[in-house]
Every structure is written in structure tokens, then in C-alpha cells.
């Protein structure tokens, strides 16, 4: 279990000198605890003590990293079950799987299609941020060909073999890019381990069940292998669902350092549609690494969107800049709509105002990233401050016109408005897939 400030206060010299920054050893011992600042801050703690701190400091899951350069994929290090208990801080590598049975055309194509799989959401970037190459063809040639052809995505990538041999041989080409090695097994783990040190590269280890996993993850810790991965291959879905929750649970809330590590899962079910859904699921629950044979972008871009879902900070809605936007060949006629820096409803008002075809500035006012309707129970969205932007010479400059339209969920908000701002104010549709509507017939007849 992670310490408690008072049991950390115990362990530090107990001076009060402030050399930390803090004003009390006791201030100091809450932040650790809070993890909101580092041991080494103090200066004065004794070795003894260090060494005991450091392992209840030690995160619950590992830090994997797999790759290298700016595109590595980090995975690991989560601290709750529950997204809204604080945060989930790596999102998972989403990858699609190449096997080397496939000819050169083939395989060609596949990697295409993998190079395509990039996507623009809410304004953030998103793709296939992980390549698996499968050494299906069970020699050593093809293998070698697969993950050249895969090398070129420049992603990181995950090596799967049965023979250690066909993965030293590859291992040989890129080790530098430290892919992730799987699987060691009950009979292969002497072997994948050796490689996994003498390539210095993270390694995976898979048994189909919790109780034949542990003692191979106790083997690899041994021998010395730090960066471990946990494929729980279980031969049905529900099984590795059962096993993934298992695992995260026993890592954070019974501190078991054998299991606290990040998961993989590879999904083979046929029919895509089934296959996306399951793959979500692991995506929610609790995988590090998630791998599939989908490589179309309506089989990815869901997956994606649900790892950019939850794995943004619910403390820090994503936001947009909060100022004046015009949407296509905008004149000072134009109309002017009002909305908030949330980043879904800015993007969402935006798509419709562009699939409308009629030139519109948006007014993105800051309510700290919430929605309308969050915004405007909260005060963050009100007249005074609707306003004070019409009338500010952002506005001025741009918009010749004095009509402004504001969210249909703040219509009660119109007379204000009209008294503080001296605009005329004109209640737009409730749901954005009415904004192209109600340019198109409302604001023209205005
Ligand atoms: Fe206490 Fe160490 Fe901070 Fe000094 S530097 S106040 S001894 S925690």
C-alpha cells in the first residue's frame, strides 16, 4: 500500500528547516503523499530512510515504455479503477497486426492501410499508434521482410514469435527501436528473457490464466527484466475481461508488485463489428495495448475516440482558444453565433456551421472548457460576460451587424442579453444538427 502522509512524516528528519519548499516536514509529507512533489526535495533524509520511501513511492503499475523517439508509446503508471476517482494518464497503443504469411503485394497494401489510419478529433491528432508484425509464416525470412516493411511506419512496434530465434534475427535489425518482445511462455521463458536482456527490450509474458501468469513474471523480475507486459491470453473474451479487471485490481488495491504491470490483448474475432465492440471494451478495461486485424477507419476511429475519451483529464476539459472565429468567406454581415471553449461543442458547432455553407463567425467565450449548459449553471456563461465580447473590438472590428445568436438551451438568457448588450438577440436551435437549418432559413429571413 502507498504510504500515508503520517507514516511519511515519520520517516523524514522531522526539522521543520524548509529546505524543501514546504514549511514543515509534516507540509512536506502530505505533498509526498499527494505524489505532488519528489523525495529528492529533501536533502537531509537519511539512506535508511530513502530506501523504505522509494518503494512505497514506487507506482502501483509500471511505466512501460515501448519504442523510442518522440513517437514511443508509454504505457502503464494508472493509479485508480474509476476514470472520475482522478484520471487515466496513458492512453493504450491501439495497433493492427501484419502477418509475414502475407505476399509482397499484400503486405504492402496493409502497411498502406495502416499509414492511413490518422484521424482529427476535437481538434487533437489520432492514430494506429502501434504496429504488431506475426511471425505466422513460423521461418525467419518472411519475418525479417514483415518487420522492415512495418519499420517504415515508424511506429512502435511489437515482435510476435513463438521461435527466439526468428525474433534474435529481427532483434539484430532494431533492437534500437526497443519493440516489444512477445511472448515468453511456461516453456520459452529461459530463452525470451535472454533476449529481452541481451537486446535490452521490453519483453511480454502470456499464460491463459492469473495463476500460471504470476510465476512467469516472477521468473522475468529475477533475471533482472524491469519493462514487463502481461498478455493474459484467455480463450474466451469474458475470461480476458474477468482477467484484465483482476489484474488492475490487485496491482492498486492489494499492492501486488507481481501483477502491477500494463496488459495487452490481442482480438481475433471475425465479424469486425463484434470485434471493434470487444476491442472498446479492453480499451475501457484496463488494457495497455490493445491489437486487432482491423485496419479500416471505421474499424479504428471508434476505438480511438473512446481511448481519447477517457483518457483526458476530467479535471481539465480539453479547450479551445477563446476569441473570435470565422467559418468559410466571412463579411461584417455575416452571422455572428455564440459558444463556449469546450472543445466537443466548439468542434461540433464549427462542423455544422462548415457542412452549412453559409460564412459564420463563432464567438468562443472562456467558461473554462464546459459546455453550454454546464456553463451557464455555473455562471461561467452569462449575459454581463456575452455582452462585454459583442461589444468588445474583436467584435466591433469584424461584425458590422448587431444580431447575435445565442445556444437554444440559454433562450432564457435573451432579454438579459438584449438589456446589457444592446444587441438584438436571436435563440438558435437547442442541438448543433440544427445550426445548418437555421442559417439557412431563420437568419436569412432576419
Ligand atoms: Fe523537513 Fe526535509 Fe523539508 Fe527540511 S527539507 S523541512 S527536513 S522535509
Redesign the pocket.
Given at each position: 500500500m502507498a504510504l500515508k502522509a503520517l507514516d511519511i512524516f515519520k520517516l523524514?528528519?522531522?526539522?521543520?528547516?524548509?529546505?524543501?519548499g514546504?514549511p514543515?516536514?509534516l507540509a512536506?509529507a502530505m505533498k509526498l503523499a499527494q505524489k505532488q512533489t519528489s523525495l529528492d526535495?529533501?536533502?537531509?533524509?537519511s539512506e535508511a530512510s530513502k530506501v523504505e520511501l522509494a518503494g512505497a513511492a514506487a507506482p502501483p503499475i509500471r511505466l512501460v515504455t515501448i519504442g523510442a523517439g518522440p513517437g514511443k508509446l508509454e504505457i502503464g503508471n494508472e493509479t485508480v479503477l474509476f476514470r472520475h476517482e482522478e484520471s487515466f494518464y496513458h492512453a493504450p497503443g491501439i495497433g493492427v497486426m501484419v502477418s509475414d504469411a502475407l505476399d509482397g503485394t499484400a503486405l504492402k497494401a496493409r502497411i498502406e492501410a495502416i499509414r492511413k489510419l490518422k484521424f482529427v478529433r476535437v481538434g487533437l491528432s489520432m492514430q494506429a499508434n502501434v504496429v504488431a508484425v506475426v511471425n505466422a509464416s513460423g521461418q525467419a525470412a518472411p519475418f525479417a521482410k514483415a518487420v522492415q516493411a512495418a519499420g517504415t511506419l515508424d511506429l512502435p512496434m511489437v515482435l510476435m514469435s513463438s521461435q527466439a530465434a526468428h525474433l534474435n534475427t529481427v532483434l539484430a535489425m532494431c533492437a534500437d527501436k526497443k519493440p516489444l518482445i512477445h511472448a515468453a511462455t511456461d516453456a520459452t521463458a529461459d530463452a525470451f528473457i535472454a533476449l529481452a536482456k541481451t537486446h535490452n527490450c521490453p519483453l511480454a509474458v502470456t499464460a491463459p490464466n492469473l495463476d500460471k501468469l504470476v510465476p512467469l513474471v516472477e521468473k522475468a523480475r529475477a533475471a533482472g527484466i524491469q519493462d514487463i507486459v502481461l498478455d493474459v491470453a484467455c480463450p474466451r473474451v469474458p475470461d480476458t475481461l474477468q482477467a484484465l479487471t483482476a489484474i488492475r485490481r490487485l496491482a492498486l488495491k492489494k499492492n501486488m508488485r507481481v501483477l502491477g504491470y500494463p496488459c495487452l490483448v490481442t482480438n481475433s474475432t471475425v465479424d469486425p463489428l463484434v470485434n471493434v465492440a470487444e476491442c472498446g471494451m479492453f480499451v475501457a478495461k484496463y488494457a495497455g495495448i490493445v491489437l486487432a486485424e482491423l485496419d479500416q477507419p471505421e474499424q479504428l476511429l471508434p476505438l480511438l475516440t473512446i481511448s481519447q475519451n477517457l483518457y483526458t483529464d476530467p479535471r481539465k476539459p480539453i479547450q479551445v482558444e477563446a476569441k473570435l472565429n470565422a467559418i468559410g468567406a466571412v463579411t461584417p454581415d455575416s452571422p455572428l453565433m455564440i459558444t463556449t471553449n469546450f472543445s466537443l461543442t466548439y468542434y461540433t458547432v464549427a462542423g455544422e456551421v462548415e457542412a452549412s455553407r453559409v460564412p459564420a463567425y463563432i464567438g468562443v467565450l472562456d467558461t473554462e472548457g464546459t459546455s453550454v449548459l454546464t456553463a451557464f449553471a455555473s455562471d461561467k456563461l452569462t449575459s454581463e460576460k456575452i455582452a462585454a465580447f459583442l461589444n468588445s473590438d474583436e467584435v466591433k472590428s469584424k461584425v458590422s451587424h448587431r444580431k447575435v445568436i445565442i445556444p437554444g438551451y440559454i433562450a432564457v438568457m435573451s432579454g438579459s442579453l438584449k438589456e446589457d448588450s444592446g444587441w438584438t438577440v436571436l435563440v438558435g436551435p437547442r442541438e448543433a444538427s440544427g445550426i445548418s437549418k437555421f442559417l439557412k432559413t431563420t437568419w436569412t429571413n432576419t
Open positions: 523524514l528528519p522531522k526539522t521543520n528547516c524548509k529546505k524543501c514546504c514543515t516536514c512536506f526535495q529533501c536533502p537531509d533524509v
